[in-house]
């Protein structure tokens, strides 16, 4: 793997007006994404989990630039498009791509899948009708389906061929980095196991850098190199799969670990699940957002918020309990 940084991402925010009428001023301001820094490398997976509405999905279309940060920088294969307009970005978008998670609405129900497969080409290259066609029978056969697919519409296809779809149409540019926004959560569970073996194998075939956000653990252990946890907008822990499991730092972390079910029901993890809602957007905790439902908070807790420090190699926590008194890995 080369690890150079493909993407880095520096300090991205982004905030939205709340309550906001068209004669009215904004009542408040809500921080989706809150300084957010992290690299990813060039034929790396990068896994972000996180409860819903933590900031994952806001995240992911900002680096893709289908949404503006309000704050600081995203720099991609060397060049900062964090403020580049449509026309300067439309070189980049072959570079890189996004699968949404739904594959029912992500794909236009009027176009047949040659059509859709072939669209992004058109606005890349300069191609013949019969060269994109062969192109995009070959990136089918590379998904797993085939020629005579692409005469069909997307409603004669199942929810996992769909999704082979969306991955045949992100590929079709031959992008150097794929943010894949959940792609596999509204398919069955065989079904994600054999979408996610083919993202696999198409990584390591085209040397492709994945994005992979999602609230599925097992998901992320089982794809990527390496997973941050996001809450409230910002990451609390960044750390390699392989100790992702077995040594984790934050007490959020334990917790979402600690929620996933166990196949024996006589069997307990041990650790007491999270308790309690994630804090009102719109008027959000002093310190560490986290510090209302964690019961290890400290007295600096709501005060002050903890910066991202690496504490073993590779291995990035944003908590004072590592500064002041390390974390008890048997405390539950």
């Not at 910066?307 to 908590?319: K, M, S, T, W």
Request: hydrophobic residues 40%; charged residues 25%.
């Amino acid at each position: 793997m080369d690890m150079k940084p493909l993407l880095e991402v520096s300090n991205l925010g982004k905030q939205f007006a709340s309550g906001a009428g068209f004669f009215s001023p904004p009542q408040s301001v809500v921080r989706a994404v809150d300084s957010v820094s992290f690299s990813v490398a060039r034929g790396e997976t990068f896994g972000i989990v996180g409860e819903s509405g933590c900031g994952k999905t806001t995240l992911g279309r900002m680096i893709m630039r289908l949404i503006d940060p309000t704050g600081g920088r995203i720099v991609f294969d060397g060049d900062d498009i964090t403020a580049l307009n449509r026309n300067a970005m439309r070189p980049l978008r072959q570079k890189m791509q996004i699968i949404f998670q739904d594959p029912y609405s992500s794909l236009d129900p009027r176009m047949k899948v040659d059509a859709i497969v072939t669209e992004p080409l058109t606005a890349v290259k300069k191609l013949t009708r019969r060269q994109r066609r062969d192109q995009a029978a070959a990136l089918l056969a590379k998904v797993g389906l085939s020629e005579v697919d692409l005469h069909k519409y997307p409603h004669e296809f199942s929810g996992g061929q769909r999704q082979r779809i969306s991955i045949a149409r992100a590929l079709c540019v031959q992008p150097a980095m794929i943010v894949a926004d959940e792609p596999v959560s509204a398919l069955d569970v065989s079904i994600q196991a054999q979408v996610l073996n083919l993202m696999k194998d198409l990584k390591d075939e085209l040397n492709l850098s994945y994005i992979f956000i999602s609230h599925d653990l097992s998901v992320v252990e089982y794809l990527c190199d390496r997973v941050a946890v996001m809450y409230f907008g910002g990451f609390v822990e960044i750390s390699p799969t392989a100790g992702f499991n077995t040594a984790p730092r934050h007490p959020y972390t334990r917790a979402l670990l600690a929620s996933v079910p166990l196949p024996d029901p006589h069997v307990r993890s041990g650790q007491t699940p999270l308790s309690g809602d994630v804090p009102n957007p719109a008027d959000p905790p002093g310190g560490c957002a986290f510090h209302p439902r964690c019961r290890y908070a400290l007295d600096i807790c709501p005060k002050e918020r903890p910066p991202l420090i690496e504490v073993a190699a590779d291995h990035y926590v944003a908590c004072w309990l590592n500064e002041s008194r390390g974390f008890k890995e048997d405390e539950n």
